[in-house]
């Protein structure tokens, strides 16, 4: 069974500092990656994702996300954080090779991030 | 905006009562996914349907069905309500299998 950890509930961070939030995934053979973003009373929307090739990945809004094998790891990253990045971050995980599972995504439990002024 | 629409936005309904919520997928997407917001929950995975068959099965109560219709959109039916139903369910949409997934805005149901 595939599974996503998001260990800090909130992060807090200044605006214009780097920020981080944190994630590890444990899947059966390779995986997607993916990192989501809610807004309040929005749906998700799409940041980015990692499915081969170079371990540091860009998305949306300057976002970016660094996929660590060894580590099992996919942490998403700011180099400067803005005030409307606030808002609940989500990574998901999905085996590459489609099973009896189809092409569900498994969600980590979120991480609300806080960029205050 | 992306693309995938659903429809109501909100939805306020009593235990024991049956409702069905509707989902179109963007313009040539054939996959279509449900997945359950709750609180205590977390975001779950609930049923997959590609190009009108189902294709994988989540954590999907017995008393939840749905549906790929011919044009592709899907219905979601959840009848004899509870409490804890009460939820953000998303529909999403990936042009095949493998690739992304890409959110509706959510119908928020309220049971009371």
């Known amino acids: 069974a595939q599974s996503v950890a998001q260990p800090e509930d909130q992060v807090n961070v200044a605006e214009g500092n780097p920020l981080t939030v944190k994630c590890t995934y444990s899947v059966s053979g390779n995986p997607y990656l993916f990192w989501y973003v809610q807004y309040p009373n929005r749906g998700l929307q799409f940041l980015l994702k990692y499915i081969t090739g170079d371990n540091l990945v860009k998305g949306s809004y300057g976002f970016e996300a660094e996929f660590n094998k060894s580590q099992t790891s996919f942490h998403l990253k700011k180099p400067s954080a803005l005030v409307s990045d606030s808002a609940l971050y989500f990574c998901?995980?999905?085996?590459?090779?489609?099973?009896?599972?189809?092409?569900?995504?498994?969600f980590g439990g979120g991480t609300r991030l806080m960029v205050k002024p | 905006d992306s693309g995938v629409t659903q429809t109501p936005k909100h939805l306020i309904t009593a235990t024991g009562q049956r409702v069905t919520l509707r989902c179109s997928p963007r313009s040539g997407d054939l996959s279509v996914y449900w997945y359950q917001q709750s609180l205590d929950q977390g975001l779950q995975f609930l049923i997959q349907?590609?190009?009108?068959?189902?294709?994988a099965k989540g954590n999907i109560l017995e008393r939840f069905s749905a549906q790929q219709f011919p044009d592709l959109h899907s219905e979601l039916n959840l009848s004899s309500l509870e409490l804890g139903d009460s939820a953000l369910y998303f529909c999403a949409s990936s042009a095949t299998q493998g690739e992304t997934q890409y959110f509706g805005p959510g119908t928020r149901l309220l049971v009371l």
């Open positions: 349907y590609y190009n009108g068959e189902e294709r």
């Open positions: 998901a995980v999905r085996p590459v090779e489609l099973n009896n599972a189809g092409n569900m995504l498994t």
